[in-house]
């Protein structure tokens, strides 16, 4: 069996031939090109989520940050007020034993004036007698 073919017969085949080969290219290529912007579309989402989680983690760090700073201010304001205080309201060791040790000494010499006051006392009312 032989098959003969005219030069038209042949290049139409061979044109059919590319123009197939080149559709079917061209719908892989789009298949692929479809699936990759699917693909980058999912990422974009991902993403976009996770930065949007970030952002809101990254908000609240801040938010506590800023409590966690204006509590640190309230005490150092507070331990402020209390070292500005302190003096007026506290008495130091050396300087109570040092009062008490005065009031202790006016104590002594009342004590012994009223023991000479006793003594003259009992020796002006043996000389009466």
């Known amino acids: 069996m032989q098959i003969t073919l ?3 017969h ?10 197939a080969s080149a559709a079917g290219g061209k719908l892989l290529l789009a298949q692929t ?3 990759l912007d699917h693909r980058f579309d999912v ?3 991902a993403r976009s989520d996770n ?3 970030l952002s809101g983690r990254l908000d609240r760090m ?8 204006d509590n640190w201010r309230r005490i150092e304001r507070d331990l402020l007020a209390l070292k500005a205080d302190m003096p007026l309201h506290y008495v130091r060791r ?4 040092r009062g008490q040790s005065v009031i202790e000494a006016k104590l002594d010499a009342l004590g012994s004036k009223l023991e000479a006051a006793q003594l003259r006392a009992v020796g002006a009312s043996d ?3």
Not at 62 to 69: H, L, Q, T
């Open 6 to 8: 005219d030069l038209w």
């Open 10 to 19: 042949l290049i139409s085949l061979l044109i059919t031939v590319l123009g």
């Open 33 to 35: 090109q479809r699936h």
């Open 43 to 45: 990422q974009e989402k």
């Open 51 to 53: 930065h949007d989680a």
């Open 62 to 69: 801040e938010s506590v940050a800023r409590e966690e700073m």
């Open 94 to 97: 050396e300087d109570y034993i």
């Open 127 to 129: 000389a009466k007698h």
